[in-house]
Nanobody
């Protein structure tokens, strides 16, 4: 079955960096658009960044210039490099694999930005 496993979350000080990874299995990774979403306490889940099968990227305005999404189809992995982190980036970050008729989610990884 399809599995998306996130890793790389943790506690970081404001201004710091983290790199999230999402390893996919049980699917043909290269044919899925991949995305990162986040959900803060009391808020709805929101799109952070997405990368298409062709490598095009799109970002939420709140993370443009600070976050970078990338994918390695040979490793079936998508990454989210997060720089200049702010307290408002604190959330559970979820990996998503998307095609027109189906979507899959990981279990999430906690990112906490605090001094």
């Amino acid at each position: 079955q399809v599995q998306l496993v996130e890793s790389g979350g943790g506690l970081v000080q404001p201004g710091g960096s983290l790199r999230l990874s999402c390893a996919a299995s049980g699917m043909i990774f290269s044919i899925y658009a991949m995305g990162w979403y986040r959900q803060a306490p009391g808020k709805q889940r929101e799109l952070v960044a997405v990368i298409t099968t062709g490598g095009r990227t799109n970002y939420a305005d709140s993370v443009k210039g600070r976050f970078t999404i990338s994918r390695d189809n040979a490793m079936n992995t998508v990454y989210l490099q997060m720089n200049s982190l702010k307290p408002e980036d604190t959330a559970v970050y979820y990996c998503n694999a998307d095609r027109p008729s189906r979507a899959y989610w990981g279990q999430g990884t906690q990112v906490t930005v605090s001094s």
